[in-house]
Nanobody, 114 residues
Framework: QVQLVESGGGLVQPGGSLRLTCAAS????????MGWYRQAPGKQRELVAS???????NYVDSVKGRFTISTDNAKNTGYLQMNSLKPEDTAVYYC????????WGQGTQVTVSS
């Protein structure tokens, strides 16, 4: 089973940027669509962005124009570039297949606060 490990989170001020990384233990991004998800305290996990194997991307309305999902198939790595961060972006971020299946990783905490 391929493992996905998220990293790159941290504390950032409003308006700042972070790049999250999803490291896969195998070559999956050529075969499967991937997604970035987040779960804020007291809320359900939600899909933030997805990318098909053909490169088509989709975003939840609240992050359109600010977040960019991408993959580097040669490195078996996925990314989520997050710009113009807002306090409401604070959450634990996860990567998974899209639609999601299998177990979830530990995620990476993103905190946007002044």
């Amino acid at each position: 089973q391929v493992q996905l490990v998220e990293s790159g989170g941290g504390l950032v001020q409003p308006g700042g940027s972070l790049r999250l990384t999803c490291a896969a233990s195998g070559s999956i991004f050529r075969q499967y669509a991937m997604g970035w998800y987040r779960q804020a305290p007291g809320k359900q996990r939600e899909l933030v962005a997805s990318r098909s194997t053909g490169g088509t991307t989709n975003y939840v309305d609240s992050v359109k124009g600010r977040f960019t999902i991408s993959t580097d198939n040669a490195k078996n790595t996925g990314y989520l570039q997050m710009n113009s961060l807002k306090p409401e972006d604070t959450a634990v971020y996860y990567c998974n297949y899209f639609p999601p299946f299998g177990s979830w990783g530990q995620g990476t905490q993103v905190t946007v606060s002044s």
